[in-house]
């Protein structure tokens, strides 16, 4: 089991540019997430998804757009990238949320580390 | 609006000694507290969970106390070891209230040698 996987780890982008962080993982998890990780603060929900084809908006939202076809992949789309947007950007994944503890641990990928200049 | 706070940004601890890192929140719904261990350039890894029917749970070395009142948590790593430095994130949900876990901001763990 290779768990939670992102690409790429580091990504430099100009002001308006896109791109897609990509996330997949294999353990057949319903629930997956983004979360972005600021300098001094914790981690923020982006968006998440329950299930193949249905997702939601999370804390912080705005300048992103997800997609949930399969149950193994959730790509976060940056469409026209600001500066604000410069983070680390963690997508995780749990078996369920509502389950107790042997289910709704979140299991993490290693981040991807984007810098909008 | 910080529902989970981890005031200390950084501890320094020697080897063998004990490391206490704590955890406060605001919400009084949170029911299910864990703790995430990050080294850098990997993403969180779950450490240890307690429920807030316990006061206190224990895996190996490292034991999770609970005070509801004070609505306060620690994690407690005794012996400490050099590989246990990374940052250390607290989180807490409602088990009922579905997938949203609010994490703290993080304490960064150096054990010297």
């Known amino acids: 089991n290779a768990g939670v996987t992102q690409t790429p780890k580091f990504r430099i982008l100009k002001i308006g540019q896109s791109m897609t962080l990509q996330c997949a993982q294999d353990?057949?998890?319903?629930?997956m997430y983004w979360y972005r990780q600021d300098p001094g603060m914790g981690l923020k929900l982006i968006y998440y998804?329950?299930?193949?084809?249905?997702?939601d908006k999370g804390e912080v939202p705005n300048g992103y757009n997800v997609s949930r076809s399969t149950t193994e992949d959730f790509p976060l789309r940056l469409e026209l990238a600001a500066p604000s947007q410069t983070s680390v950007y963690f997508c995780?994944?749990?078996?369920?949320?509502?389950?107790?503890?042997?289910?709704?641990?979140?299991?993490f990928g290693p981040g991807t580390r984007l810098t909008v200049l | 609006d910080q529902q989970v706070k981890q005031n200390s940004p950084s501890l320094s601890v020697q080897e063998g000694r004990i490391s206490i890192l704590n955890c406060d929140y605001t919400?009084?719904?949170?029911?299910?507290f864990l703790w995430y261990k990050k080294y850098p350039a990997e993403g969180p890894t779950f450490l240890i969970s307690?429920?807030?029917?316990?006061d206190k749970n224990e895996d190996g070395r490292f034991t999770v106390f609970l005070n509801k009142s004070a609505k306060h948590l620690s994690l407690h790593i005794v012996p400490s070891q050099p590989g246990d430095s990374a940052v250390y994130f607290c989180?807490?949900?409602?088990?009922?209230?579905?997938?949203?876990?609010?994490f703290g901001a993080g304490t960064r763990l150096f054990v010297k040698a």
């Open positions: 307690i429920s807030s029917i316990k």
């Open positions: 919400n009084s719904m949170f029911d299910y």
């Open positions: 989180a807490a949900k409602n088990v009922r209230g579905g997938f949203k876990t609010i």
């Open positions: 353990m057949n998890h319903n629930y």
């Open positions: 995780a994944s749990s078996l369920q949320a509502s389950g107790g503890p042997s289910t709704d641990t979140q299991y």
């Open positions: 998804s329950v299930g193949a084809g249905i997702t």
